[in-house]
């Protein structure tokens, strides 16, 4: 199974800052298609998730463009540019290249 | 705007069964592979089940494998999960998913609670 590790656990951010967490996968995610199936999912409190980004930098329609991905192979990263209210609750990566479909343990994002 | 209902969650003993139902609208539900994810209290998203688009294709967690069935009926645009010999770590909430590419979930449900307890 890839295991993909988040980082940090928790982020406290003042509103108006940026944020930034970190996702890592045991194997590359890349694939013979030239896509790379890495995904990110953001889980409001007593939410269920939703997607935020596909294939490692793609925004879902309607994500503001504060969120940004980016990475390859192995290693990833979302940034917030400007952290809101809105943003606050546990954010996962998620690879889809085989199965099983894995999740990081997630990072928390807090208003400080 | 993408719908997905689950129902069927409660309190179930162990070593019994339990079927979650989870009712689609607003896609062509016979298009797209679904899938069941669950979460335990206070823990992160595992996945359970994926389940083809025609309902033949079927692929489980080990943790659920013999034990779980994920099954679809088109006609009446809902998904199942067959629980059994359901054990203490089955509790979670338990979240079905439409697939979009490459079997990603990109719609998910609100969810429903199954505790497993004696």
């Known amino acids: 199974d890839i295991v993909m590790t988040q980082t940090p656990h928790t982020l406290s951010v003042i509103p108006g800052q940026p944020a930034s967490m970190s996702c890592k996968s045991s194997?590359?995610?890349?694939?013979?298609?030239?896509?790379?199936?890495l995904y990110w999912y953001l889980q409001r409190p007593g939410q269920p998730p939703q997607l935020l980004m596909y294939?490692?930098?793609k925004r879902v329609s309607a994500v503001s463009d504060r969120f940004s991905g980016s990475g390859s192979g192995t290693d990833f990263t979302l940034k917030i540019s400007r952290v809101e209210a809105e943003d606050v609750g546990v954010y996962y990566c998620?690879?889809?290249?085989?199965?099983?479909?894995?999740f990081g343990g997630g990072t928390k994002v807090e208003i400080k | 705007q993408v719908q997905l209902v689950e129902s069927g969650g409660g309190v179930v003993q162990p070593g019994r069964s339990l079927t979650l139902s989870c009712a689609a609208s607003a896609f062509t539900f016979s298009n797209y592979g679904m899938l069941w994810f669950r979460q335990a209290p206070g823990k992160g998203l595992e996945w359970v089940a994926l389940?083809?688009?025609?309902?033949?294709?079927?692929f489980y967690a080990d943790s659920v494998k013999g034990r779980f069935t994920i099954s679809r009926d088109n006609s009446k645009n809902t998904l199942h999960l067959e629980m059994n010999t359901v054990r203490a770590d089955d509790t979670a909430v338990y979240f079905c998913a439409k697939a979009g590419v490459e079997r990603t979930p990109d719609y998910w449900g609100q969810g429903t609670l199954v505790t497993v307890s004696s």
């Open positions: 389940v083809s688009s025609d309902g033949i294709n079927k």
């Open positions: 294939e490692v930098s």
């Open positions: 194997q590359s995610l890349l694939f013979s298609d030239g896509k790379t199936y």
């Open positions: 998620m690879q889809s290249i085989q199965l099983p479909l894995t």
